[in-house]
């Protein structure tokens, strides 16, 4: 997208970016994590991705998403055919979206 402006030109070039990040638990890390969801009643292997699912959740709230924002580059230096230009970030254009987590083994 481009638009004129008094002194020119502004183009916009919307990027997605997709990524993921891993995160290992021994079973000591996870049980501590998912204290407050853990059924004493069960087996911990019997609810163990349940819980973890539950606990994992709360990292779609703010703090991730804060971090992910913020580690966004403001420019990106680059050459254009031999002009060197600089991409700024538009902030109001920026947001995350964070898919719910999954439990592996």
């Known amino acids: 997208m481009s638009t004129t402006t008094s002194t020119g030109y502004k183009i916009r070039i ?5 990524c993921a990040y891993d995160l290992e638990l021994s079973k000591a890390a ?3 994590i998912c204290a407050d969801w853990l059924d004493p009643n069960e087996k ?3 609810q163990a991705e349940s819980t973890l699912e539950t606990a994992m959740e ?4 703010e703090p991730i998403t804060e971090q992910l924002l913020n580690g966004l580059p403001e ?3 680059t050459v254009i055919e ?4 600089s991409l700024t970030l538009s902030r109001p254009q920026v947001s995350v979206d964070l ?3 999954d439990i592996l083994r």
Do not use: F, Q
Request: no cysteine; aromatic share 4%; net charge negative.
């Open 58 to 61: 709360s990292l779609l709230d």
């Open 44 to 46: 911990w292997d019997d």
């Open 75 to 77: 420019a990106i230096d």
């Open 14 to 18: 919307e990027a997605t970016v997709t």
């Open 82 to 85: 031999g002009k060197k230009v």
């Open 30 to 32: 996870a049980k501590a």
């Open 99 to 101: 898919e719910t987590p």
